[in-house]
């Protein structure tokens, strides 16, 4: 595990967060376990209900590419450089190691729970990793020409069938896709395929266009899982001691 884990990700999240109080409206075995297999829930306006709190299966924390080939990651000279240098120094100059936002994809793949909620007019994500949050507006607009950039970038969502497509734009510039330095940068869009086939099941597909870092789009596959929690308070930078013994290389 390199260090940049170690710094906001030290445990993994607990299979029950609120003991004893199973979360109403889940579907249930005779043995009171959720059904995940159970039909996904509709909207009052037919469209899939993506409410619930999930955590990605799979493990791609440390490498959101480790399930693609060789070549479909293509980098652009300098991200190529840059990568390198975040996995020789053990990811020492990770901007999380100081408590700040990770930001999107890499909300996504770490090991901790986020709750999707439906809302008039967004969709609302609420991440417990760094206590964040993403709003994803449905009403039409278009995304900013010239946004104010962030961590977690301006989204906006449209259903394609029975799948929600978010386009995100408007990052940050030093941007770490996971924890082993996929870089990004203020020139990244994002594309973000929801699919909830089933109850406890949302396939989700990640595609990234970012033509300052690499040569080309491409994209990663991740399956998200429906827990019976809740989210719980997440502090980074109350009394932060780590950043100080990390000594990378």
């Known amino acids: 595990m390199r260090s940049a884990i170690v710094v906001c990700l030290i445990c993994a999240p607990l299979s029950a967060q609120w003991l004893n109080y199973p979360t109403p409206g889940i579907p249930r075995l005779p043995d009171g376990k959720p059904n995940l297999a159970a039909p996904a ?69 770490v090991p901790y729970p986020f709750k999707i909620l439906n809302t008039n007019g967004m969709i609302v994500i609420l991440y417990e990793a760094l206590h964040s949050y993403r709003q994803i507006f449905m009403d039409g607009r278009a995304l900013p020409k010239d946004p104010n950039p962030t961590w977690m970038g301006y989204s906006i969502g449209h259903w394609d069938g029975d799948t ?8 940050e510039e030093n941007t770490w896709l996971d924890n082993s330095g996929h870089p990004g940068t203020e020139a990244m869009h994002l594309t973000e395929r929801f699919r909830r086939r089933d109850f406890g099941h949302i396939d989700l597909q990640i595609t990234i266009d970012d033509p300052k870092a690499y040569t080309k789009p491409w994209s990663v596959n991740l399956q998200l899982i429906l827990t019976d929690t809740e989210l719980i308070e997440y502090v980074c930078d109350e009394n932060e001691k780590d950043y100080e013994h990390l000594v990378g290389k």
């Not at 990605?56 to 060789?70: E, F, Q």
């Not at 300098?78 to 994809?105: F, I, M």
């Open 164 to 171: 929600l497509v978010v386009e995100s734009a408007g990052f």
């Open 41 to 109: 829930p509709k909207t009052s306006d037919g469209k899939p209900d993506l409410s619930g709190t999930w955590l990605t299966r799979g493990g791609y924390t440390v490498n959101i590419t480790k399930d693609l080939k060789p070549g479909e990651v293509s980098f652009q000279p300098w991200a190529d450089a840059l990568y390198k240098h975040r996995l020789a120094t053990n990811g020492k100059e990770d901007p999380q190691g100081r408590c700040v936002l990770s930001g999107v994809p890499r909300e996504d793949v």
